[in-house]
């Protein structure tokens, strides 16, 4: 069975930090990219960012630039994302999915966490 375990969210005040993980199993984590991508309330899920698994290359909305950080540990089977300089703008649930290749478009992935909520305090 596959699985995406989102962890790490919580309440943080603006300008702290949180490190999301994103723990998975049933599939050959190798062989699938993964993108981190959050949903506030009333607005569509949008991409955050996602790492390839072919090359490990990384790709960040413009709105994360520069304050966050996505990484693969493969051994450990699991997508971390670092947030940093975080603001009340970046409250959502954040979902973490597993695909084919590294995009930000929700439809190119097959598989989905259950997410992690994060709220940032102002």
């Given at each position: 069975e596959v699985q995406l375990v989102e962890s790490g969210g919580g309440l943080v005040q603006a300008g702290g930090s949180l490190r999301l993980s994103c723990?998975?199993?049933g599939f050959t984590f190798d062989d699938y990219a993964i993108g981190w991508f959050r949903q506030a309330p009333g607005k569509e899920r949008e991409g955050v960012s996602c790492i390839s698994s072919s090359d490990g290359s990384t790709y960040y909305a413009d709105s994360v630039k520069g304050r966050f950080?996505?990484?693969s540990d493969n051994a450990k089977n699991t997508v971390y994302l670092q947030?940093?300089?975080l603001k009340p703008e970046d409250t959502a649930v954040y979902y973490c999915a597993a695909g084919d290749i590294a995009t930000m478009e929700t439809y190119e992935y097959d598989?989905?966490?259950q997410?992690?909520?994060?709220?940032v305090s102002s």
């Open positions: 723990a998975a199993s950080t996505i990484s947030m940093n300089s598989y989905w966490g997410g992690t909520q994060v709220t």
